[in-house]
């Protein structure tokens, strides 16, 4: 049975960090696509940050870029996303998905889940007061 499990949200005030972490079992993390995502109140779930199998393509949503750095340790099973310069907006339920695509559109990246064929996890809240 596949578990996916994100940690490491909070509260926390405009500017500061913080890094959440996503624990994979069940399934063969390094064969995945994995991406950060986030729903806030009222809106519809968006991607975040995605990152290829090997760490070399990888997707960050233009209100996330030059803020947010996503890595991944396949030797662990971990996905991580380092959020620096937190802004009120940043605030929502982060959700850790494995088995996401990375395309080209355009001159850029999209990154979107593939339907039932992505696996979720439960989400880890992040508030940014500010």
């Known amino acids: 049975q596949v578990q996916v499990v994100e940690s490491g949200g909070g509260l926390v005030q405009a500017g500061e960090s913080l890094t959440l972490s996503c624990t994979v079992s069940g399934m063969t993390f390094h064969d995945n696509v994995m991406g950060w995502f986030r729903q806030a109140p009222g809106n519809q779930r968006e991607p975040v940050s995605c990152i290829g199998r090997s760490g070399i393509s990888i997707y960050y949503s233009d209100s996330v870029r030059d803020r947010f750095t996503v890595s991944r340790e396949n030797a662990k099973n971990t996905l991580y996303l380092q959020m620096t310069s937190l802004k009120a907006e940043d605030t929502g339920m982060y959700y850790c998905?494995?088995?996401?695509?990375?395309?080209?559109?355009?001159?850029?990246?999209?990154?979107?889940?593939?339907?039932?064929?992505?696996?979720w996890g439960q989400g880890t809240q992040v508030t940014v007061t500010s």
């Open positions: 998905a494995a088995n996401v695509s990375i395309y080209n559109l355009g001159w850029g990246k999209r990154c979107s889940p593939l339907d039932a064929k992505t696996m």
